[in-house]
């Protein structure tokens, strides 16, 4: 963490964290359950663990003339050997599913800005926020696979696929105080 503070209440923060994500027993040998036989899962005894480097920037100012503050706050996320689902689907639609590190990183990406002042001092104050977000993230897929191409032992990598997600909202109130 670093901070720098321009006064007694501005300041501007950097914040990073790191975190590894080991994977489970189940993911790198899963118990053979025969609830379902068109779904198999597969275990992977080479997964790696994951690890994400997350990063906040941070800007806050309060005015106490006006009692009114300015927020702004940007994060972001980066997950190296992500553990992602491999499904591969046969010729006859049995499913095996297999954890494997991703090879490419998925990301996430949040910004959001908040301001408050009063309208009437000690009485109504007024808020806004606005947030906004991306995030990708990854797997792998193949269908109508040959069954004779399959080996569970060596379970082959499907497509990659990418799914992108993006939301955008406003928060706006009034307070009042009695």
Same mark, same amino acid.
């Given at each position: 963490?670093?901070?720098?503070?321009?006064?007694?209440?501005?300041?501007?923060?950097?914040?990073?964290?790191?975190?590894?994500?080991?994977?489970?027993?189940?993911?790198?040998?899963?118990?053979?359950?025969?609830?379902?036989?068109?779904?198999? $899962?597969?275990?992977?005894?080479?997964?790696?663990?994951? %690890?994400?480097? =997350?990063?906040?920037?941070? !800007?806050? /100012?309060?005015? *106490?003339?006006?009692?009114?503050?300015?927020?702004?706050?940007?994060?972001?996320?980066?997950?190296?050997?992500?553990?992602?689902?491999?499904?591969?689907?046969?010729?006859?639609?049995?499913?095996?599913?297999?954890?494997?590190?991703?090879?490419?990183?998925?990301?996430?990406?949040?910004?959001?800005?908040?301001? $408050?002042?009063?309208?009437?001092?000690?009485?109504?104050? %007024?808020?806004? =926020?606005?947030?906004?977000? !991306?995030? /990708?993230?990854? *797997?792998?897929?193949?269908?109508?696979?040959?069954?004779?191409?399959?080996?569970?032992?060596?379970?082959?990598?499907?497509?990659?696929?990418?799914?992108?997600?993006?939301?955008?909202?406003?928060?706006?109130?009034?307070?009042?105080?009695?």
């Amino acid at each position: 963490r670093f901070q720098y503070n321009f006064g007694r209440k501005t300041f501007a923060r950097i914040d990073y964290r790191g975190k590894t994500n080991q994977p489970s027993i189940t993911q790198m040998q899963p118990v053979k359950n025969n609830d379902d036989l068109m779904a198999e $899962t597969v275990g992977n005894p080479s997964l790696d663990p994951s %690890f994400t480097h =997350s990063l906040r920037l941070m !800007y806050s /100012s309060f005015n *106490s003339d006006k009692f009114s503050s300015f927020n702004t706050f940007l994060t972001a996320d980066a997950t190296q050997d992500a553990l992602v689902q491999n499904k591969i689907y046969d010729s006859t639609l049995k499913q095996y599913s297999q954890t494997v590190n991703s090879a490419k990183i998925p990301v996430n990406f949040m910004w959001n800005v908040m301001y $408050t002042t009063p309208l009437i001092q000690k009485k109504l104050h %007024f808020s806004t =926020s606005t947030n906004t977000r !991306y995030g /990708s993230q990854y *797997s792998y897929i193949s269908k109508g696979i040959d069954i004779d191409d399959i080996d569970v032992s060596h379970l082959m990598l499907g497509d990659l696929s990418k799914t992108q997600s993006y939301s955008a909202s406003e928060e706006l109130s009034l307070t009042f105080s009695n």
